[in-house]
């Protein structure tokens, strides 16, 4: 296992938030320049901005989003409206220059599973194609516990490595309702996937220490090779 794809049951599940809590851990156990970071497709400013505003990653723009849609929807529109095509070439050679470079490489997705990369090719077959393990994001909020059952049977669909799911308590108040909303024995039983952990609530996810001590409290040994997890 030398990557993870960090998707999520939808737009805003907490991708980036935990992105940047991985990065954060990996800068202060180990060394930024083992780890390689890339944004699937961008399409408007937002996840590259973050990173390289949060960490000195010893590594191009080019290949932290390799390819970038200035129109912030779906890439094929985003695309058809910029006179472009998505041309997946750029993000394949980057993504394989950083496994060739670095011990380990972490990848986000857009949107949920289901979302359309090209005209004919989902977060969820790119994933498949390309190997990537996965870890689905899901927020705590009403609805969850069946946008959460409908994205695990489709990564069962495309036969994906879906190593488990992270709980974001996208809002003030979803700690208190993690109980009624995301139910971990429910989502566990109905899935048959692992919580492999919950992220709080943060007021300031730019706090890298708050960030590192967060992903410190996942099931890392589940999202990084034991070898890499460990905290030295």
Known sequence: MTNLLITGTDTDAGKTVLMTALIAYWQRYRKLESLG???????????????????????????????????????????????????????????????????????EALGGLGSPVTAELTVADIARDWRFNVVLVVPVKLGAIAQTVANVALARQTQLNLKGIILNCLHPNAEAHLEDWTPIPLIESLTQVPILGILPNLRDCEDLTKLAKVASNLDLEQLFPKHLCRQN
């Open 37 to 107: 970071v890339m944004k699937l497709v961008q399409a408007g400013v937002g996840d590259r901005e973050q990173y390289e505003k949060l960490f000195e990653l010893p590594q191009s723009a080019q290949t932290i989003a390799p390819l970038y849609f200035k129109t912030p929807v779906a890439p094929p529109i985003a695309a058809e409206r910029e006179g472009r095509i998505v041309d997946l070439t750029c993000v394949w050679q980057a993504f394989q220059e950083l496994q060739q470079q670095r011990e380990f490489v972490l990848v």
